[in-house]
């Protein structure tokens, strides 16, 4: 299902990038879980204080996201927020495997997440969207750990051996992850099988695109999820695992679920989808604004005649 981290042969800054990760799990794994979410703000916010030169991005991205304009000391306050976010992310990933199947429903309100079990029992399988809101590693983790057969898409590092660490990482609650080149296919079959498929869509693209609103601008979207919808008759749930105050406890969101009627005209329904599916992650990302990948270039390809913001 394309390239793997065991494709590439690893170098000596990969191996010492890989034995500081592992060195740094392997720490964070035996500290409470309020200890390492203190550790990763403080982190968070050094980070955050070599980080001015992202404040311009940050607030042009918020203007579009919001509609109203953000400065001063609510754009620092905002952003710090956003490093801290970043940091506790990581340090939740690397975490993974202390979320498991005895403490999952303690640690994460599962109530949303049992809503799609009936669409699950139809047999067309569920095709899952996150976005890079929230903790996305989490969102397939957690519905495995609940049962849901999930196969996600994930775009390999380049470090093998930390690609290799992350993989062992995202597949330790059960969830499989493969690499996204040339899956269509397999995804496909997977769906047939009344599998749930992870992909993420919140992300700039020159390749299968269409132009769908996100915010108050269009952006370049992704098609395959709505085309994999038409295809398969696949219902498409966009999804969140948001984080809550105190910073260890979660909470798993379903925005919405998309099942329309196919029609003649396959674009027009990928591009129907595909809206539905940024109007429900642009509301993911205004409930919890700080929790989104703020700094990403969302709008960068534009339509014909349009300047990148």
């Given at each position: 299902?394309?390239?793997?981290?065991?494709?590439?042969?690893?170098?000596?800054?990969?191996?010492?990038?890989?034995?500081g990760?592992?060195?740094?799990?392997?720490?964070?794994?035996?500290?409470?879980?309020?200890?390492?979410?203190?550790?990763?703000?403080?982190?968070?916010?050094?980070?955050?204080?070599?980080?001015?030169?992202?404040?311009?991005?940050?607030?042009?991205h918020?203007?579009?996201?919001?509609?109203?304009?953000?400065?001063?000391?609510?754009?620092?306050r905002?952003?710090?927020?956003?490093?801290?976010?970043?940091?506790l992310?990581?340090?939740?990933?690397?975490?993974?495997?202390?979320?498991?199947?005895?403490?999952?429903?303690?640690?994460?309100n599962?109530?949303?997440?049992?809503?799609?079990?009936?669409?699950?029992?139809?047999?067309?399988?569920?095709?899952?969207?996150?976005?890079?809101?929230?903790?996305?590693?989490?969102?397939?983790?957690?519905?495995?750990?609940?049962?849901?057969?999930?196969?996600?898409?994930?775009?390999?590092?380049?470090?093998?051996l930390?690609?290799g660490?992350?993989?062992?990482?995202?597949?330790?609650?059960?969830?499989?992850?493969?690499?996204?080149?040339?899956?269509?296919?397999?995804?496909?079959?997977l769906?047939?099988?009344?599998?749930?498929?992870?992909?993420?869509?919140?992300?700039d693209?020159?390749?299968?695109?269409?132009?769908?609103?996100?915010?108050?601008?269009?952006?370049?979207?992704?098609?395959?999820?709505?085309?994999?919808?038409?295809?398969?008759?696949?219902?498409?749930?966009?999804?969140?695992?948001?984080?809550?105050?105190?910073?260890?406890?979660y909470?798993?969101?379903?925005?919405?679920?998309?099942?329309?009627?196919?029609?003649?005209?396959?674009?027009?329904?990928?591009?129907?989808?595909?809206?539905?599916?940024?109007e429900?992650?642009?509301?993911?990302?205004?409930?919890?604004?700080?929790q989104?990948?703020?700094?990403?270039?969302?709008?960068?390809?534009?339509?014909p005649?349009?300047?990148?913001?």
């Open positions: 299902m394309g390239p793997t981290h065991l494709d590439a042969k690893p170098s000596r800054r990969d191996r010492l990038a890989y034995h990760a592992r060195a740094a799990a392997e720490i964070l794994s035996r500290l409470p879980a309020r200890t390492a979410a203190r550790i990763a703000r403080v982190l968070g916010a050094g980070v955050y204080l070599v980080q001015g030169r992202h404040l311009e991005r940050i607030a042009r918020h203007e579009i996201l919001f509609g109203a304009p953000i400065a001063g000391r609510e754009l620092r905002f952003a710090r927020a956003f490093y801290e976010h970043l940091a992310l990581v340090v939740e990933i690397v975490r993974m495997r202390c979320l498991d199947a005895a403490n999952v429903n303690r640690i994460v599962l109530s949303e997440l049992e809503a799609l079990r009936p669409l699950l029992a139809e047999g067309r399988g569920i095709l899952a969207t996150s976005g890079h809101a929230g903790n996305w590693e989490y969102s397939g983790h957690v519905a495995s750990l609940a049962g849901f057969p999930v196969h996600a898409i994930a775009r390999p590092l380049a470090n093998p930390l690609d660490l992350f993989q062992r990482l995202r597949e330790s609650g059960g969830q499989k992850v493969f690499a996204k080149w040339n899956v269509l296919w397999s995804l496909k079959k769906l047939d099988r009344g599998a749930v498929v992870g992909i993420n869509a919140d992300q693209t020159t390749v299968n695109q269409v132009f769908v609103p996100f915010g108050t601008r269009m952006a370049a979207t992704s098609a395959t999820i709505g085309q994999l919808s038409r295809a398969t008759g696949a219902p498409v749930a966009v999804v969140t695992v948001n984080r809550q105050p105190g910073d260890i406890r909470r798993f969101h379903v925005w919405t679920v998309i099942r329309r009627e196919k029609t003649a005209d396959a674009e027009a329904d990928a591009r129907t989808v595909m809206a539905e599916v940024n429900a992650l642009v509301r993911a990302i205004r409930t919890y604004p700080e989104w990948l703020w700094t990403h270039r969302r709008w960068k390809t534009r339509p005649g349009e300047t990148s913001p």
